[in-house]
């Protein structure tokens, strides 16, 4: 198996993060101690000391909406050896779920992280599956060691842009 080197973006995708909608992003069952944007904000992400912790239990359900359709490619999810995520499913514009109604829907894809994973080796997407999304929908269903609390210390979505119109900044035109 060829060496993966930490961060390394996949040639031709870039990271996603500048195109986040933070005023939708959305975490359930996060302590508010150890909020969602440790693990997703530029800068949060990459400090040790920062990471996203589930409250309840282990299982947490991340809502990502972007500014504009991207393509998505490929994911890093880190976290501690025991509490790092484990089961994680991932949902292209699925709109209001809950922990409830989360198991209704098939997953457009489900990752089985090993703690390899964890250490910023980025896992490739179907990416058929994520060709125009809108928004993501991330659930972290248990964490390696199948303890009660889970911790994220970095999600970084890889990918590229779908060259579209932003309809908010097309002006309209007055007949004269």
């Not at 993966?4 to 990271?15: A, C, E, F, L, N």
């Not at 282990?58 to 809502?63: D, K, N, V």
């Not at 972290?140 to 911790?151: F, M, R, S, W, Y």
């Amino acid at each position: 198996m060829a060496s993966v080197v930490s961060s390394v973006i996949p040639r031709g995708q870039v990271d996603l993060v500048d195109f986040v909608d933070w005023s939708g992003v959305e975490c359930l069952n996060q302590t508010t101690s150890h909020p969602i944007a440790n693990a997703l904000k530029q800068g949060y992400r990459d400090d040790d000391g920062l990471h996203l912790e589930s409250d309840a239990d282990e299982q947490l359900l991340i809502y990502v909406p972007f500014t504009q359709v991207i393509k998505l490619h490929s994911a890093v999810i880190t976290g501690p050896e025991e509490e790092g995520p484990k089961t994680v499913k991932l949902f292209a514009n699925k709109e209001h779920m809950g922990f409830s109604n989360v198991n209704d829907y098939p997953p457009s894809d489900s990752l089985n992280l090993s703690p390899d994973n964890l250490k910023e080796v980025p896992v490739t997407l179907k990416y058929v599956k994520f060709q125009n999304v809108r928004s993501l929908t991330i659930f972290i269903e248990d964490n390696q060691a199948d303890g009660d609390v889970t911790k994220v210390q970095k999600i970084a979505l890889f990918g590229t842009t779908v060259d579209t119109t932003n309809m908010k900044d097309l002006k309209k035109i007055e007949e004269h």
